[in-house]
């Protein structure tokens, strides 16, 4: 636990310092017509590295054996992440439908061991609910890919 | 006057087509309150898109509607399977669950139920009458003060928030941050984009919100390991009615959880310690203090009062201010932005269709919300019954649907991926959620104030103190900040223990 949230207070200063980095060639001070663009954002960024230093000093003191997260309990969470983002990769060519029916499909044979007949159901009924709903009915478009176009839609 | 404005507001919210929108969104609220990993605030998010093309009045209904649902689903999953949808009702599955154990999980629901809409209720009569009287004074408001509020509503969370209050503050710069990225509207310059021409636009906090809370929330309770040990709901006619003859004996709680609710309720973060505040106070009043936490209906009674009651208060600075006092009424500020209105004390003026409205359909979005959640308990008991190797994909889904549909741009659903992923590393290093997304939603606003109090004083923050509106508020807000450095030196002080901090609000 101590080690992630020294890494996170870690990255939250570098980012602070970073964004001091671009507050400054902005311009922090008081320009012609009141403050500059920097200004807002470099004391901010002052702040935050401010306050996670602070953080860092706290998590240094204090020691918890507990680890960030076991192996048992990474599992399940990378299954759903990985697959999660090879669907939004898969979004970008085949667009949403597709790639949502072989996201859910995937997803319950994998993780749930699913009959068959029920995934078959819910990777398509969950598409054509979400093209019905938001295509159809309120007229907001979902990214499409190459069936779409062959289905003409 | 008053009067015939909400006169106004039935006429409206009684149409055919705001009450099936109600209905609607309340049976949707339920299912997203009910559901583990979808709560208020990213179920509004989600189905934000869909009102683009309503009209404004009509999808501020669907969408309080469907916080009202959320609110109520969460009383379901604590009392039946011990398992908070939200967290200001953790407090309820302390009696709640053991009632349902006890095979008195319909009175435990019946109760809390009938304390929720109770609550809510007492918000509603008090917004109905405070709302056009905060408007009011709100319009004599300049950027200063503006400013001051907007600093008090940090401050709180820093203060009051309970867990650590550095990392409160970290969320809440962080926020900022994240807002002022992409096009400085004042001197158009870009800012913090480093040559990235997809950053221009910055980072939308509906899309941040589907992240951190929605995919977020999803990958920590798989972590958790989903286990659904429910009980049966035991819910008919007949225990309703009983339940509600006996109700009438907890008076008392009832009215001190409605006055701590509105109290903690209209500052942000306010639902989950006024339900255990509301909780701590039943148990030290009441005669049977003994059988609290082994199923008192007292100790359900309590809480849900209070977090409902606090639930409602949140929407009075958002109508009257134009600052949202939790996430979901962030959200819901959001969507009054991209529907053309302009939040804030004008409304009142303005739109007063549109805010009578919205404030008639809080009376009638809690009347059909409580009958219908009465009357559909074992249906919406059955959702935590889908395996969850379908619940998941399917929320993850709709999630993407969601972040897609905001701006039609894919680099969003990218966006909620990368905040699904801070959110679950930020909720395990207890960063709390909420104050990030407010301020994420606040970054323009509070900057321009800032700027033009500046401008006004020529650079001299005395300005804020200088005025006696912005300085009260100002002193107060000080006053917060400095709560947790003084309050462990004030009980060391006094020889008193350092008390377990109350659990936060996401």
Redesign the interface.
Known sequence: ?RA??LA?AVV?MG?GG??MF??VR?GYD??S?????????FW??V??VV??G??VV?ALRRHSPQP??SRE??R??L???V???A??LI??VAG?YVA?AL??AF??RW????RWI?IAL?ALG?PLA?FV??ERW??????KGPLEAWLGL | MGFENLLLGFHIAVTPFNLFVAVVGIMLGTIIGVLPGLGGANGVAILLPLTFTMPPTSAIILLTSLYWGALFGGAITSILFNIPGEPWSVATTFDGYPLARQGQGGQALTAAFTSSFVGAFFSIVLITFFAPVLAEIALKFGPPEFFAIQFLTFSSFVGLGGGNPLKSLVSILLGFILAAVGLDIVTGQLRMTFGFTELMKGFDFIIAVIGLFGVGEILLSVEEGLKFQGTSTGMNLRVVLDTWKILPRYWRTFVRGSFIGFWMGFKPGGATPASFMSYAFAKRFSRNADRFGKGELEGVVAPETAAHAAGVAAMLPMITLGIPGSPTAAVMLGGLIIWGLQPGPMLFKEKPDFVWGLIASMYTGNIIGVLMVLAFVPFFAAILRIPFAILTPLIVVVCAVGSYAVHNSMIDVWYMVIFGVVGYVFKKLDYPLAPLVLALVLGDLAENALRQSLIMSQGSLAIFFARPISGVIMAVALLFFALPVVTPWWRRFRGGSVGTPAPRET
């Open positions: 636990m992630a949230d996170t939250l980012l970073l964004v671009d507050a902005l008081w320009g017509d009141g403050p500059k663009s920097g200004f807002f954002p901010l960024a702040a935050l306050t996670s602070l953080i706290q960030f997260v309990q990474l399940p969470v299954a759903v992440l697959p999660a983002t669907m939004v979004m970008e949403l949502s996201y859910v997803y319950m993780v749930g061991r699913h029920t819910l969950l979400t709903i938001f309120f007229l907001v478009p979902m990214p």
